[in-house]
């Protein structure tokens, strides 16, 4: 059976990941629009440079056309962010990505985007498995790919102009080609060189590039833009004496970035980061919001600036109802992933990375010089995190463990406890930790953030202890 995760259907190509699968997930969800209406649709369909990725695009493409909806396909691997921005405007009812995102390379997957281009809630998903497990074992209707794109049922399309002009409308040009920086980019053999290589070529920035190439090994690493994955770039930046590091994720909605000095900066401070800047320098108001695993540093800035910060579950679909409700600046996770008010309603990487050079050349001053100004402001907090894998049997005893009995660490200063999403503990110096299931990878994630590492690690250490992990 199919089954949505909190960052869309991801499984091992040629377990799970099967052409018989896909058919399935485009059948559930065809059956679903029409039942709201939406017959004889257009929906956009993109794919990004994993194995199969192009391949799997299209057998969808041919399930679409089957049921009678119309495919603007685009033609060549692009970002996840282009595909949210062709649905949201085209106002199409829906979209479809085939990627696996940050997951090994033995993984590929689909993600679904609704109406505006937002990440398909977990309501919608419910509703597309259930079709699914109604269609299981009945015969699917299908169109030849070649013969849907005679019939007009498919359309061959690139709206990368499209997209990359509407970045470049919302940041500040002339400001960077003053700056004259120089940036290096890693798109880790992903998606995400054409569109930043035009973004910043066009605001007249030193550009060079590493792992450009289609790899769908992923240079034989996991294509997250992390501390570990990325010390290549790290040790470039520190060679060719940049301003920037700047790399995305396979499908190029998380960023990854290395400062001037060849340090890895930490998503929660890039999110920090950069909520301060819109506030401060560009003069905007307004809410942010954050998952339960993503740093409460965010909470402080935001109450220096009279505004709230908001917490919600992890997976970006909560995040982007968040802001759309409350009129939100910014919303972001520990990931990577975070989206700003005017854009797109989901994650960008691109977006994201441009902003981040906009603040640079507005600002002229480096990322740890604004951080610092940040810290001085607001004090700081030390942020730790480590996974587990978890086969399903041990999943499941945790799970009992967590969620039927209850079970928390004998920790002192717990003020509040939250199982909304894991097992999340507040403690009364502001101090907190959490215990949760990844929803993409077979993973028990832990995260915890205080004014010491030691505390922080404490606090793990605790539930690794408890859990005998």
């Known amino acids: 059976m199919i089954r949505f995760g909190t960052g869309g259907w991801r499984a091992v190509i040629a377990d799970e990941f099967t052409k018989a699968n896909l058919r399935l997930l485009a ?35 041919e399930v679409l056309a089957g049921y009678g909806f ?28 085939v990627t696996a995102s940050h997951n090994p ?42 013969e849907a794109v005679r019939m007009g049922l498919v359309r061959e399309d690139d709206p990368s102009n499209d ?13 960077i080609k003053k700056a004259r920086l120089k940036i290096a980019l890693d798109p880790m053999y992903g998606v995400s060189q054409t569109s930043l290589r035009t973004i910043l ?16 090994l992923f240079g034989g690493k996991l294509p997250a833009p992390n501390a570990r994955t990325l010390t290549a770039l790290s040790n470039y930046v520190i060679d060719r004496c940049c301003n920037l590091g700047i790399a995305t994720d396979g499908d190029a909605d998380r960023l990854g970035v290395i400062d001037e000095m060849g340090q890895f900066i930490h998503p929660n401070t890039l999110l920090v980061l950069l909520y301060y800047y819109l506030v401060r320098y560009r003069g905007w108001q307004g809410a942010c919001v954050r998952n339960n695993s993503t740093t409460h540093l965010l909470d402080r ?27 939100a600046i910014i919303g972001g996770e520990s990931s990577g992933g975070l989206a700003v008010r005017g ?24 990322i740890s010089e604004i951080y610092r100004e940040i810290t001085e402001e607001v004090g700081t907090l030390v942020y730790r995190e480590a996974d587990f894998r978890m086969t399903p049997a041990r999943k499941a005893e945790l799970q009992e463990l967590l969620f039927e009995e209850k079970l928390i660490p004998a920790l002192d200063g717990v003020v509040r406890v939250n199982r909304e999403d894991g097992v999340k503990l507040y403690f009364e110096d502001g101090s907190w930790v959490i215990c949760r299931f ?31 992990l």
Request: hydrophobic fraction near 40%; aromatic fraction near 6%.
């Open 438 to 468: 990844s929803g993409t990878e077979p993973l028990l994630r832990m995260a915890a953030e205080a004014e010491s590492g030691e505390q922080a690690e404490k606090y793990i250490g605790a539930w690794s202890n408890l859990l005998n």
């Open 105 to 146: 390379a033995i993984y590929n997957g689909v993600k679904v985007f609704t109406a505006g281009g937002r990440d398909a809630d977990r309501e919608v998903t419910d509703r597309i498995e259930a079709e699914i497990a109604r269609i299981d074992g009945t015969e699917i209707p299908s169109v030849d790919y070649d």
């Open 27 to 61: 059948a559930g969800l065809c059956e679903l629009l029409k039942k709201e209406g939406h017959t004889g649709a257009e929906l956009c369909v993109g794919y990004d440079r994993r194995f199969l990725a192009k391949e799997s695009a299209h057998w969808i493409a």
């Open 70 to 97: 119309r495919t603007l396909m685009v033609n060549r691997s692009s970002p996840t962010p282009l595909v949210m921005y062709v649905v949201k405007t085209h106002q199409m009812p829906c979209g479809m990505m």
């Open 301 to 327: 800035v935001a109450e220096k600036f009279g505004q709230q910060c908001y917490e919600v579950p992890v997976g970006f679909k909560w995040i982007s109802a968040k802001m759309a409700e409350t009129d």
């Open 163 to 175: 997209y990359i002009d509407s970045i470049l409308s919302l940041i500040d040009i002339d400001a």
């Open 343 to 366: 854009h797109i309603s989901g994650k960008d990487g691109i977006y994201a990375a441009a902003l981040l050079v906009e603040m640079l050349a507005v600002t002229q001053k480096s």
């Open 201 to 216: 070529m066009t605001c007249r920035c030193d550009l060079e590039v590493i792992h450009d190439r289609h790899d769908t």
